[in-house]
């Protein structure tokens, strides 16, 4: 069985990006770097991004290709206070999203990794 399938799916991942895009879309650091006005469109690409990472379908590769997540997150400045606000707000869905510890512990350890890896500037 697929972490994907372990956690509930899709509507657990939808669940908990929905939960962290709240976060996002009030804080200072990061709202600026979503260009669209309506975050509902970066809400489903992260969705649909991280199902295919836990093992769910390959929507994400089907509509946008490789993930390549540094390339496409290099036109903005994720320095390492953006890295911390991001992790504040996914941390913060994964406490409320009902998984076991071990399956947040999981989650953490993927995302706290991906955070540090698009950190591109320490201005």
Same mark, same amino acid.
């Not at 990472?53 to 400045?77: E, K, N, V």
């Not at 707000?89 to 955070?115: I, K, M, P």
């Given at each position: 069985? &697929?972490?994907?399938?372990?956690?509930?799916?899709?509507?657990?991942?939808?669940?908990? @990006?929905?939960?962290? $895009?709240?976060? @996002?879309?009030?804080?200072?650091?990061?709202? #600026?770097?979503?260009?669209?006005? /309506?975050?509902? %469109?970066?809400?489903?690409?992260?969705?649909?991004?991280?199902?295919?990472?836990?093992?769910? #379908?390959?929507? $994400? &590769? /089907?509509?946008?290709?490789? %993930?390549?997540?540094?390339?496409?997150?290099? #036109?903005?400045? @994720?320095?390492?206070? =953006?890295? /911390?606000?991001?992790?504040?707000?996914?941390?913060? =869905? +994964?406490?409320? &999203?009902?998984?076991?510890?071990?399956?947040?512990?999981?989650?953490? /350890?993927? @995302?706290?990794?991906?955070?540090?890896?698009?950190?591109?500037? +320490?201005?």
């Amino acid at each position: 069985m &697929s972490f994907y399938d372990e956690i509930g799916g899709e509507a657990t991942i939808r669940a908990l @990006v929905h939960r962290f $895009y709240e976060g @996002v879309a009030t804080d200072e650091v990061l709202r #600026p770097m979503y260009p669209e006005e /309506d975050l509902a %469109p970066a809400e489903d690409r992260f969705a649909l991004f991280l199902m295919q990472y836990w093992g769910g #379908p390959t929507t $994400y &590769s /089907d509509r946008r290709g490789h %993930p390549r997540l540094r390339m496409r997150h290099a #036109p903005f400045a @994720v320095n390492p206070e =953006a890295r /911390d606000h991001w992790l504040t707000h996914f941390r913060a =869905a +994964l406490e409320e &999203s009902g998984l076991t510890a071990e399956q947040r512990e999981t989650f953490n /350890d993927y @995302v706290t990794h991906a955070a540090q890896f698009m950190v591109n500037t +320490l201005d």
